[in-house]
């Protein structure tokens, strides 16, 4: 690590990746091995190796990432006439395939060090192309011999790099192959912790290898070192429900009160082992319903924090068993997983239970920091199996946070499923958890939904882990993959979808047009508002057509509207959602309506219960009238048959469906994933429609009805009618065909000419070439681009890899699934004014996983360090910019404060001249320091520890009086040139002060 002084500063370098590498003599691509070896060279001819990448194997467009050994730090000094001479010649190689001990040589490149400085000031983090220049000699003998490595300008001639702008941001060349691509900025303290820890890992041999404790130092660097061990990732001997003393113990025992007791699972309440060890059904109940006394927490808040959710699971009940030998107790092990946005959390293990209960002493408490509106929580019950077999997924669910409101606590029971995106799915079991919602500032959660949802993973460190995430994201069923079972599901969703058409374009007409009752006004009281406001609005715009434009939309907002209300009359209140009117008082900053929101325990089961049961009877009273209508009419083609060919008969495979299966992949898997497509769409317009998706539906229910009011303001008409104008006399002219010529001929040159029209088999020819030279050049500017997105994407899941696991599993963007988990009535809520939610305690902070930033990612909260940095570094500067005016100075009273502070101000200038006049605006100052006015007598000192001559020191002393507001202390020290241990030269400003 270097020593940084005052004068220096560290530079952090990247070597990003070459494109198109290519030797003078052909050679396959197997044979390249591309590598790359940056050195100093000072101007006196020595050079300094700062990095050697790790080669990347067959390939001649490499992208090195940090395992690759990709940055390096540069110190260079701040006066830049020091370091003309100096630059960083950046040596592009392969290795020999056939030699480890030879290399061939693609091409070399410098930058100066003046160059790379500017860079970093001009151009931070932004991709620098090199154009990579033949040496003279293009072998190398021995690869880490460096003094067969041209070490002077004379060797090899070097390109220099113009001062950049947005125009040219590469340096350019005739040549288009053998292009190195770097980026520069100034090292953070994270960055230079990082590379410390880079630097310090073991080595095997010659090559630094990224070893499991060098990325522990990096995580206890960065605060990120796992406090929490992950459930699944726990070996048998990790677990308590491996020791001896679980095992052999009493499983039960029979109080002195007669009541039976079990032993608690996972383990005791360490401050109350008499008490919790042993507990009734009822006590154990009791203990979970209680506030949990440990917490974890993934990440802390930041300024892109939208809320907190906070998560405790309770129970679980009716799981199936996993295991065998149920006859002698071995029952399931059953754990839970959660994953919310970017973090994964786990429960601890209930041992031999198909019911399992953690108490509140347990760890099963998560608070999780909302970045996105759109953001669901996946929640999946998996049983813990020893070894290497995998932990069997028993059943998950979905959580749309969007349907619960901030401050209320929910105790929601939910059906878990083994998938949500097949078409018939069985309960495996249910589960308990308790929810609450707290959101930050209301307008810009709501704000935040108008942004795309970002691409969020999850990393993990252990291979057992992955598909328990996947099974808890996705569930038994991956739509990415090749599943015969979804096929056909995507099929029944689809004729499902005729299906709800017809029931929602039926009964949304008999309502309208028999004026049924739609909206409810009281409990037993339904009016219909639609029917009044269908039959009102239409007699009145039916005269008046030029309303029509705004009717549109707002009848479009009304469909929105109408949907929300007769979503909000299902009996289930844990089918309702946030309403279009809370949502519109939280754009309008007004808050949503106080309610004191309360739904009791089983609240209007019966209603629902009977609202499902004459559901599922019209689902399928329709469902088998229309398989006996099908039957019947084959029954009567079969009579009325007027066909006399003869049938052929076909042999019949003996193959097993499966085995069958897996051929017709190549065929079924494409049809599969454009149905998937379709099933998206209809899920989308689906969820939006019916408010499932309540923010969305609110935006656009917004959007129609903004829409609709500007219209009727402005005349609509004439604006349409001018459009109309426009566009005809402009798109529909014969001049049009007079641009169009004109345009193609620009863009492809001359001799262009109607396909049809060519004469000749060389015409033909050049028009096929002259088209996919256009093919190609678009491709070369859309491949840039790409690159770009590709090596960003590399690199960060390198980073992401190095930092917290390298098996990753991918959050879905959005829920989109053909079933849809709501509560149970046996659910129930109430908000936090009727009953208090304990503030959590003893919070276990664990690192979140969002990383972001360049070169070197980091999380939100490390950026928010160095982000801070930053700001004291700008003020630091401007102030020393101001200090370094020559001539006559006037600190005004916002610089006067850190003088009567004391604090040390660099003071950074060439002027020599001590004839330095201070005046303070004491009138300006009078208001922040209104002490009274004192007599200050200011002694500037000039001390020249140059000199050789002891007594010329100190021996300029003037001496100003200066009438100030006075504070307590008035001393500031200035600095002239000097670093932290010892002053060459500087200034000393004493101020005396007397009343």
Not at 298 to 303: A, L, M
Not at 606 to 611: A, D, G, R, S
Request: proline share 4%; hydrophobic share 35%; net charge negative.
């Amino acid at each position: 690590m270097p020593d940084v002084s005052k004068d220096k500063k560290i530079v952090l370098g990247e070597l990003i990746g070459a494109t198109d590498l290519a030797l003078t003599n052909e050679v396959p691509l197997s044979s390249l091995h591309p590598f790359v070896i940056a050195s100093l060279i000072e101007k006196n001819g020595e050079e300094r190796v700062l990095q050697r990448t790790k080669r990347r194997k067959e390939t001649d467009n490499p992208i090195w990432c940090v395992e690759h050994r990709c940055f390096f730090l540069i110190e260079i000094n701040t006066d830049l006439s020091k370091c003309t001479d100096d630059r960083v010649l950046f040596d592009v190689r392969s290795k020999d395939s056939m030699d480890p001990f030879r290399c061939s040589r693609f091409g070399i490149q410098s930058l100066s060090l003046r160059d790379i400085y500017k860079i970093c000031e001009d151009q931070s983090e932004e991709r620098i192309e090199l154009q990579l220049e033949s040496p003279v000699s293009t072998k190398s003998k021995k690869i880490l011999c460096r003094s067969n490595t041209p070490s002077s300008k004379e060797a090899f001639d070097v390109t220099k790099v113009q001062p950049m702008n947005d125009s040219t941001k590469s340096v350019q060349s005739t040549k288009s192959k053998n292009l190195l691509a770097v980026r520069f900025r100034f090292a953070t303290s994270k960055d230079l912790a990082f590379m410390e820890e880079l630097a310090e890992q073991p080595k095997q041999g010659k090559i630094v290898s990224i070893l499991s404790e060098a990325t522990k130092n990096i995580h206890r660097t960065f605060g990120l070192e796992d406090k929490e061990v992950l459930a699944s990732e726990q070996s048998t001997n990790d677990l308590r429900i491996s020791n001896y003393a679980n095992v052999f113990a009493k499983k039960t025992i029979r109080g002195k009160d007669g009541v039976r007791r079990n032993r608690v699972q996972p383990y005791f309440d360490p401050k109350r082992e008499n008490e919790t060890t042993y507990l009734s059904e009822k006590e154990l109940e009791s203990a979970m319903f209680e506030s949990s006394t440990e917490w974890i927490q993934c990440g802390t808040r930041t300024e892109a924090s939208l809320g907190k959710v906070y998560l405790e699971i309770l129970q679980c009940e009716g799981l199936p068993n996993m295991d065998s030998g149920e006859v002698i107790g071995n029952k399931t092990d059953a754990f839970v997983t959660v994953v919310y946005e970017e973090s994964l959390v786990q429960t601890d293990v209930i041992d031999d239970r198909l019911s399992p209960i953690w108490p509140s002493w347990s760890k099963r408490a998560f608070i999780f920091n909302m970045h996105h509106p759109y953001s669901q929580v996946f929640v999946a019950v998996n049983d813990f199996d020893v070894g290497n077999s995998p932990h069997d997924g028993i059943g998950r669910i979905a959580i749309n946070m969007n349907h619960f409101k901030s401050d209320v606590v929910y105790t929601l029971k939910y059906n878990i499923h083994p998938a949500a995106n097949v078409y018939d799915r069985d309960g495996l079991g249910s589960i308990t958890i308790r929810l609450r919602k707290e959101i930050y500032d209301e307008k810009k959660f709501l704000l935040a939904a108008l942004q795309p949802m970002p691409k969020l993973h999850v990393n993990m460190k252990c291979e057992k882990t992955l598909p328990v995430a996947n099974f808890a994201l996705y569930g038994e069923h991956n739509e990415d993959k090749y599943d015969i079972q979804l096929l056909k599901s995507y099929v029944y969703e689809m004729l499902d979808l005729k299906r709800d058409m017809k029931y929602v374009v039926k009964d949304s007409l008999s309502s309208l047009v028999m004026w049924r009752g739609q909206v409810k006004i009281s409990e037993k009281v339904y009016l219909p508002i639609h029917s009044m406001i269908a039959f009102t609005v239409g007699t009145y715009v039916i005269e008046r057509p030029h309303l029509l434009p705004s009717c549109f939309f707002l009848t479009l907002a009304w469909i929105m509207l109408a949907s929300m209300t007769y979503r909000h009359c299902h009996p289930s209140p844990w089918h309702h959602t946030v309403n279009f009117t809370d949502y519109f008082h939280m754009l309008t900053e007004r808050g949503a309506p106080e309610r004191k929101m309360e739904i009791r325990k089983s609240y209007n089961k019966n209603e629902i219960e009977k609202f499902i049961c004459n559901w599922e009877h019209r689902l399928k009273t329709d469902y088998d009238a229309s398989w006996k209508e099908w039957e019947l009419q084959l029954e009567m083609d079969r009579i009325g048959c007027e066909d006399l060919n003869t049938e052929e008969k076909k042999t019949i495979s003996t193959d097993p469906y499966a085995l069958a299966y897996e051929q017709l992949k190549p065929r079924l898997f494409p049809i599969q994933k454009r149905l998937r497509g379709y099933c998206d769409i209809i899920r989308t317009i689906k969820s939006v429609t019916t408010w499932e998706e309540s923010l969305i539906s609110f935006w656009i229910t917004f959007t129609f009805l903004a829409i609709g009011i500007i219209l009727l303001i402005i005349p609509a008409v004439a604006i349409i009618h001018w459009i109309l104008r426009v566009i005809v006399w402009v798109g529909m002219g014969p001049w049009f065909r007079l641009y169009t010529e004109l345009k193609v001929m620009m863009e492809s040159g001359p001799g262009t000419v109607d396909p049809l029209q060519l004469n000749n088999k060389k015409d033909r020819e050049n028009h096929h070439k002259r088209t996919f030279s256009q093919i190609h050049r678009k491709f070369k500017e859309q491949y840039k681009d790409a690159r770009k997105k590709g090596e960003e994407a590399l690199k960060m899941k390198a980073m992401r890899v190095f930092r917290f696991g390298k098996y990753i599993a991918k959050v879905p963007r959005k829920y989109s699934a053909k079933h849809y988990d709501y509560p149970l009535p046996d659910s129930y809520a109430k908000h936090i004014a009727l009953a208090p939610f304990p503030e959590p305690k003893n919070i276990t902070v664990v690192g979140a996983q969002y990383l972001q930033g360049e070169m070197i990612p980091l999380t939100e909260d490390e950026a928010k360090e160095i982000e801070v940095e930053k700001k004291q570094l700008s003020t630091f500067a401007t102030e020393n910019k101001d200090q370094s005016m020559g001539g006559k100075r006037n600190i005004e009273s916002s610089l006067l404060e850190p003088l009567l502070e004391g604090t040390e101000v660099e003071y950074d200038s060439s002027d020599e001249d001590l004839n330095i006049f201070l005046s303070f605006d004491s009138s300006s100052a009078e208001s922040k320091f209104a002490d009274g006015k004192s007599d200050v007598r200011m002694k500037l000192v000039h001390s020249n520890t140059d000199s050789t001559n002891e007594s010329d020191t100190d021996t300029s002393i003037e001496e100003y009086g200066i009438e100030v507001i006075a504070c307590e202390k008035l001393r500031s020290t200035l600095i002239q040139h000097g670093d932290n241990t010892e002053k060459e030269s500087g200034i000393e400003m004493e101020m005396i002060y007397s009343t």
